[in-house]
């Protein structure tokens, strides 16, 4: 299936690795000349994007950098793929929420909500002008309030409301914008030695391979299996493509069958 992507330009933020590093890739595959940002730039990232930013997006600063960018090197922004998103797993408590501070509130939303007012705000512009696409990357979380650590679910919830806003007020004006949320996915936040998933296993006073092999019973993942990043990827690249052209507005779940309402 042609989706009709060749020659257009990205902005992909939380690019590094996971799942923005796929949704980079999958666009670059497709002929999309991407810029991708990231805290820290991986070498899998430089080869596949056109330009970089190694800039943190949890700031109003970082993202007007981003964009500002792209604009330059790209000569304008087709499709935002907000992604960035999570936290720190060495700064995140996973006590309740008398357990927890303001700081721990505010990075949370800082990353995973204002980044993507941000970067939108100022990319905003260009999308109109071409009639763009966006796809902010939330989470079953936003459905799930009492599960990850507090303050993280919250705000992929204000995530997802803000994309059904943007759509609203955007969608007739030309700039089509989505959300795709995930459930488990095999990324280093769940694989890698001393991230979260390790985090949640000492917590639990398991192995974290013991961990990793019981979440699909743990999250009743249907399937039997956590989804992987280019399998979120592929769903992205579909909605950011003019096969997409009436999607609006929607909120995509891949999570394997975690999410039992309908």
């Known amino acids: 299936m042609d989706l009709g992507l060749e020659g257009k330009t990205a902005v992909v933020t939380g690019a590094g690795r996971g799942i923005g590093l796929a949704v980079a890739q999958a666009l670059a595959a497709e002929g999309v000349r991407v ?8 070498a899998e990232l430089e080869k596949v994007s056109a330009a970089t930013v190694a800039a943190d997006l949890s ?15 790209l000569g304008g922004i087709d499709i935002l793929v ?8 060495a700064e995140l408590g996973l006590g309740g929420f008398l357990d ?17 007012v941000w970067t ?20 079953i979380n936003a459905r799930l309030p009492a599960a990850g650590p507090v ?27 989505n959300t795709v949320s995930p459930g488990p996915v095999g990324t280093p936040l769940w694989l890698a030695p001393g991230g979260f998933g390790a985090k949640v296993a000492q917590a639990q006073g398991i ?13 009743g993942i249907a399937s039997g299996r956590i989804s992987e990043a280019e ?16 999607i609006v507005g929607a909120d995509h779940v891949i999570d394997g069958g975690v999410l039992k309402t309908v």
Request: proline share 2%.
């Open 120 to 139: 939108t705000r100022a990319a905003l512009p260009s999308l109109l002008e071409r009639r763009g696409a966006i796809v902010n990357v939330s989470s």
């Open 59 to 73: 700031t109003a600063e970082g993202a007007a950098e981003v964009v500002a960018t792209a604009l330059t090197e």
């Open 231 to 246: 399998e979120v990827a592929a769903l992205i690249t579909f909605l950011v493509s003019a096969r997409a052209a009436n």
């Open 100 to 116: 927890i501070d303001d700081a721990q509130w505010r990075k949370l939303f800082d990353l995973n909500l204002f980044s993507a």
């Open 151 to 177: 303050g993280y679910s919250e705000a992929k919830a204000a995530l997802t409301n803000l994309g059904k806003r943007l759509s609203e007020e955007f969608g007739p004006r030309g700039v089509r914008v």
């Open 82 to 89: 907000n992604n960035v998103g999570g936290g720190d797993a």
């Open 35 to 42: 810029l991708g940002a990231a805290r820290h730039i991986s």
């Open 207 to 219: 192995g974290h391979e013991e961990l990793i092999a019981a979440m699909p019973e743990q999250f």
